[in-house]
């Protein structure tokens, strides 16, 4: 086309050691230039999935924006080291009271022996009381009438997943096989993938038609617009 050769793309090319490297000056000096611009907030979600080398560029732009008017917010369970720099927090538990209007708004009305149960097993945390309600739904403990939620027996402790995982894990061996059949394929190609890799696949396109909504409307796969 005419161009004059790019002495940046020249250079990485001729240092294919430092690629990595290059590629975490530019996107500290990206994210430089635009706080120069105007005030900057960064948030970064799920990094407890991230790799060393995502840890290792968010460590670059933290370092790079440091004297900058700009604000980077890291939000991740335990499992993700946070640059030596970062002011860490957590949050706390929700406090009883809280978890009993918690549970109240998703199941309405519930004994207060199955209350206490349920308060002793989540210990204050929401996305456990949510997936406890989820389970005793699907497991077909409770059952939706024209009055709300309503108790088909009181769950006893065996009834109840000591933990979170085990929650999760149940709900997953409760799926159809189409359904179970995508969540392993999504197992291994990553949390986010292309429709089409999926449809590839021997029986794909079958398999997806058949389990997205279901997965979709048990909220454990969600499929959006161009992948």
């Known amino acids: 086309l005419g161009f004059p050769p790019s002495s940046f793309l020249q250079l990485v090319a001729e240092n294919c050691r430092h690629r990595d490297d ?59 080291v946070p640059p030596a720099s970062a002011v860490t927090g957590g949050l706390a538990p929700l406090p009883p009271a809280a978890v009993k209007e918690m549970l109240a708004s998703l199941m309405g009305g519930i004994p207060e022996a199955v209350r206490r149960l349920m308060e002793g097993r989540v210990e204050g945390n929401p996305l456990y009381a949510e997936e406890m309600v989820r389970h005793l739904h699907e497991s077909g403990l409770v059952t939706r009438g024209e009055a709300g939620p309503r108790l088909v027996r009181e769950p006893g402790p065996d009834d ?31 949390r986010s993938f292309p429709r089409d890799v999926a449809e590839a696949m021997p029986s794909g396109r079958k398999a997806l038609a058949e389990a997205l909504p279901h997965l979709a409307a048990h909220e454990v796969l969600f499929e959006r617009l161009g992948l």
Do not use: C, N, Y
């Open 160 to 190: 109840l997943p000591d933990s979170l995982s085990s929650l999760v894990a149940g709900r997953l061996d409760r799926l159809p096989e189409a359904a179970r059949w995508v969540v392993d394929l999504g197992s291994v190609l990553g």
């Open 22 to 80: 290059l590629g975490r000056t530019v996107l500290r000096r990206l994210f430089e230039l635009d706080a120069d611009a105007s005030p900057l907030v960064l948030v970064l979600e799920d990094l407890q999935w991230a790799d060393d080398e995502a840890q290792a560029a968010i460590a670059a732009v933290a370092e790079g924006i440091a004297g900058a008017p700009a604000l980077l917010l890291l939000l991740h369970r335990p499992g993700f």
